[in-house]
């Protein structure tokens, strides 16, 4: 399975050409890095590519087994929200994604995944509400989310704003995880290159107001 | 990965439950309102109704009451996916949106019932002595709570519809009460029918015809608002 | 298309004249009667406007197609105000005839609701800045608002009410004289086609000054 886009241009009227005319492809079991600086599109990318947000022109479609797909299961995780129901706890929130997918939610698995990010006290993940937790927390809370989901690609906007230094560890280890489970994903980040280098398989630079160049 | 659209639909039920229980200021605060409405009109229609007028008075106030408090319980729909913008993730995930509105639709008229049930007893309570020989009948319930199918259908799309403009809290009455004010008038009459006495079938199969009608309509554009 | 306008309207001016001026009077209502070839005209076109928004937001909604969204504005502007001439011709021929300016008559009080809808929609335009958002919001009102009018229209039969009952489609033979009701069918032909031509005249300009808003911005920015 790969996905694959062709020819993608997107403008705000007329006083930003974010891209124009970019292509690319990602491949399963492959991490695709999106670099940039700040205003060069790369949540606009990332948006467009979780269909929340129309294209000028081009064709954005999953190729599998010679068949080709424009609407496929894909989860986004946010730079700015969480995605969050404030008032429920961490369990809750996760139960009710994992519900929406028809994944069956199992307690002990779900536990163990929390403790791995740091949710060790049973209290904190079941009981109190989401709306009382730190940024970091949220952040965690949003990741598990998205890793836990079964769908094959994964779009990830700026996801270690708020990570502390443990928590980017082990985020990268998930990835690694998430490669040998043969997901696409597509992660974004205005730095920390450095960081992501063992994992990403592409690079992708955006420059504002000039045509995307393509650096392997 | 697929979940059915009964069981995605229960989901969401479930979900919303859990959601309206663990923000209890979500029920308290239209209840709340409600009772400082029936106090002021009582205090503006003073002591001495006359006895003909006092059902019509009876209905008119709680009519009133429930078109105040039920807007702002409606207007707050979809205030917990705006929260931190599950909307967009609801969005991106692979649910049904009638599976979703379904969910929203259901909870929310029993927990609006919440509100209602308690500001009609209210009602009744700050107009007891003079009510003594007023007939309480199932059909002047009922009549509410058919109002309350058709317009929780409407409230909510409402809700979702306006949930990111700025001007969503003047916007959101101005088409709240003409579109919804078909349900509340034919209800305010069955209503005072029921309380007199008069035949009432035909208006309520009008008034339940007028809820399918306003619940296939919102259903259809909810889907168009979300993808 | 302004000169489609004025021929219209002239066409209009000249038979409302030549009603106005005709000797023949109501046996009940006296002269007021004449009203009747402005007020129903009127109150038609305000239903026909909300079918135009509803078939525009249709267009916008499900097939996406931008051009629509000018003719959807125009449409709610006009039938706004056709909206409010229904009510005041209607006032001035309740006066008379019922005794009152207003009663809270169902028919009265839906048009009335129907007036504050328009009148809301335009809000909603304003507030809604980008098309996108106009696209989605504005069209699905549109469709909410035109689900409003056979409610108006039944509310004679469901809801007991002071107006006339349906007289002019009805399936029987209508109880209106022909010398009033031949008259009556020209002036609401030539209302509508005014009306539809005020649209078309309105949807133009609002067209002209998005294009020019473009201009304007592509200028700035280049």
């Known amino acids: 399975m790969k996905l694959c886009v062709k020819n993608l241009s997107f403008s705000y009227g007329f006083y930003s050409q974010l891209f124009d005319h970019l292509s690319f492809e990602v491949e399963e079991g492959e991490c695709l890095f999106i670099g940039g600086a700040n205003g060069s599109g790369k949540t606009t990318l990332l948006r467009i590519l979780a269909g929340l947000q129309d294209f000028s022109s081009g064709n954005i479609h999953v190729e599998r087994a010679g068949k080709f797909f424009s609407r496929f299961?894909?989860?986004?995780?946010?730079?700015?929200?969480?995605?969050?129901?404030?008032?429920?706890?961490?369990?809750?929130?996760?139960?009710?994604?994992?519900?929406?997918?028809?994944?069956?939610?199992?307690?002990?698995?779900?536990?163990?995944?929390?403790?791995?990010?740091?949710?060790?006290?049973p209290f904190v993940f079941k009981s109190l509400a989401v709306k009382r937790f730190s940024t970091g927390m949220k952040k965690k809370l949003s990741l598990m989310r998205v890793f836990l989901s079964e769908a094959p690609i994964l779009l990830l906007d700026e996801p270690l704003n708020g990570l502390d230094e443990t928590s980017c560890h082990l985020f990268f280890k998930k990835l690694e995880q998430l490669k040998e489970r043969k997901k696409i994903i597509i992660l974004s980040s205005h730095g920390r290159l450095g960081l992501c280098e063992k994992v990403i398989s592409h690079k992708l630079f955006l420059s504002s107001f000039e045509e995307a160049r393509r650096v392997e | 990965m697929k979940c059915s659209?009964?069981?995605?639909?229960?989901?969401?039920m479930k979900h919303y439950a859990r959601c309206e229980l663990s923000s209890k200021e979500r029920f308290f605060a239209p209840l709340l309102f409600s009772a400082t409405l029936l106090v002021m009109f009582n205090f503006s229609f003073g002591e001495s109704i006359p006895r003909g007028y006092m059902v019509n008075i009876f209905v008119a106030e709680v009519f009133i009451t429930l078109l105040f408090s039920l807007q702002l319980s409606f207007?707050?729909?979809?205030?917990?996916?705006?929260?931190?913008?599950?909307?967009?993730?609801?969005?991106?995930?692979?649910?049904?949106?009638?599976?979703?509105?379904?969910?929203?639709?259901?909870?929310?008229?029993?927990?609006?019932?919440?509100?209602?049930?308690?500001?009609?007893?209210?009602?009744?309570?700050?107009?007891?002595?003079?009510?003594?020989?007023?007939?309480?009948?199932?059909?002047?319930?009922?009549?509410?709570?058919?109002?309350?199918?058709?317009?929780?259908?409407l409230g909510s799309l409402i809700s979702a519809l306006l949930q990111k403009l700025s001007g969503r809290e003047l916007l959101y009455p101005l088409f709240f009460y003409p579109l919804g004010s078909p349900l509340f008038l034919l209800a305010q009459q069955i209503a005072l029918f029921a309380l007199e006495g008069k035949e009432i079938f035909s208006l309520l199969?009008?008034?339940?015809?007028?809820?399918?009608?306003?619940?296939v309509l919102a259903l259809l554009l909810f889907d168009e608002i979300m993808t | 298309m302004m000169k489609v306008v004025f021929f219209f309207f002239f066409c209009l001016v000249l038979v409302w004249g030549s009603f106005l001026a005709s000797s023949q009077v109501d046996v009940l209502q006296g002269e007021v009667y004449k009203i009747l070839y402005i007020h129903v005209p009127n109150a038609l076109c305000a239903f026909f406007s909300s079918f135009l928004l509803f078939l525009s937001s249709l267009f916008i909604l499900l097939g996406k197609k931008k051009k629509f969204l000018p003719y959807a504005k125009a449409s709610a502007d006009i039938g706004f105000i056709f909206t409010l001439l229904t009510l005041v011709t209607g006032s001035i021929w309740g006066k008379p005839t019922w005794g009152t300016w207003w009663t809270w008559d169902a028919r009265l009080t839906t048009t009335f609701l129907l007036a504050i809808l328009y009148g809301a929609y335009h809000f909603l335009w304003q507030v809604a800045e980008t098309t996108e958002?106009?696209?989605?919001?504005?069209?699905?009102?549109?469709i909410l608002i035109f689900a409003d009018i056979p409610i108006i229209y039944k509310s004679v039969s469901w809801w007991r009410t002071l107006?006339?009952?349906?007289?002019?489609?009805?399936?029987?033979?209508?109880?209106?004289?022909?010398?009033?009701?031949?008259?009556?069918?020209?002036?609401?032909?030539?209302?509508?086609?005014?009306?539809?031509?005020?649209?078309?005249?309105?949807?133009?300009?609002?067209?002209?000054?998005?294009?020019?808003?473009?201009?304007?911005?592509?200028?700035?920015?280049?």
Not at chain 1, 96 to 103: E, K, N, R, S, Y
Not at chain 2, 5 to 12: A, G, H, I
Request: hydrophobic residues 50%; neutral net charge; aromatic residues 16%.
């Open chain 1, 73 to 121: 299961p894909r989860e986004y995780l946010q730079t700015e929200s969480n995605g969050l129901f404030c008032h429920l706890s961490a369990f809750q929130n996760l139960r009710f994604w994992l519900d929406t997918q028809g994944q069956k939610v199992n307690l002990d698995t779900l536990s163990k995944e929390a403790c791995e990010w740091g949710f060790t006290n």
């Open chain 3, 133 to 142: 958002k106009r696209m989605k919001i504005c069209s699905v009102i549109g």
């Open chain 2, 5 to 12: 659209f009964l069981k995605q639909t229960v989901v969401f």
């Open chain 3, 163 to 222: 107006h006339q009952p349906p007289s002019l489609f009805v399936a029987s033979s209508s109880p209106m004289s022909s010398s009033i009701y031949w008259p009556l069918v020209v002036s609401i032909i030539l209302t509508l086609l005014f009306s539809l031509s005020l649209i078309v005249r309105r949807a133009n300009n609002l067209k002209l000054a998005e294009t020019l808003e473009e201009k304007a911005m592509k200028s700035s920015f280049s």
């Open chain 2, 205 to 215: 199969l009008v008034l339940l015809g007028l809820d399918l009608f306003y619940l």
């Open chain 2, 75 to 153: 207007m707050r729909q979809f205030d917990l996916e705006s929260e931190d913008n599950a909307f967009e993730v609801l969005r991106v995930s692979n649910v049904s949106y009638y599976a979703l509105f379904l969910g929203k639709y259901f909870v929310s008229v029993i927990s609006i019932l919440c509100v209602v049930l308690p500001s009609v007893f209210l009602a009744w309570f700050f107009l007891a002595a003079d009510l003594v020989d007023v007939e309480f009948s199932f059909y002047f319930y009922f009549s509410i709570f058919a109002a309350l199918l058709g317009l929780s259908a």
